[in-house]
């Protein structure tokens, strides 16, 4: 008499390898998602910084045109700024020169503004993601007259 014997052949994961397997893909999901966000709102503030350069070469031409001054209202310089901004609120149009900058913009969820002034410089005033994008923070914002 033989015996039936029956082969059973199935190979598949134990509990304890697809813990490990999830532990590790946890691990490298928590070092790579600060650097993705970061990267993102670096993309975003694009928009900020081309606005503001934007308002700054119309303001440079507004002060060579009116003897130095540079204006506070949107209306006086010639810039197009596309409404509604993706990202941004409605820019502040500051008097500018020396220490108070031409323009300011507020990022929409008011995590921080981004400012620039008449030699070029951008600053940023707000949270820590002002030194995640780059940009050379600051403590006080300064007034926009």
Do not use: W
């Not at 900058?101 to 070029?120: K, Q």
């Amino acid at each position: 008499m033989q015996k039936a014997v029956s082969k059973n052949n199935q190979s598949a994961f134990t509990l304890m390898e697809l813990v490990v397997v999830t532990i590790v893909i946890a691990i490298l999901a928590g070092i790579a998602l600060p650097h993705f966000t970061a990267a993102l709102e670096r993309n975003r503030a694009v928009e900020g910084v081309n606005i503001l350069g934007a308002i700054r070469s119309a303001q440079e031409r507004f002060a060579l045109a009116n003897g130095g001054a540079y204006t506070t209202n949107i209306l006086d310089i010639d810039v197009d700024i596309p409404v509604p901004l993706n990202y941004f609120e409605t820019p502040e149009i500051c008097a500018g020169g020396g220490a108070v900058p031409l323009a300011r913009i507020r990022d929409i969820p008011r995590r921080y503004r981004l400012l620039i002034y008449d030699n070029g410089d951008i600053e940023c005033h707000g949270n820590v993601l002002c030194q995640r994008m780059g940009f050379t923070q600051i403590a006080a914002l300064p007034n926009c007259p």
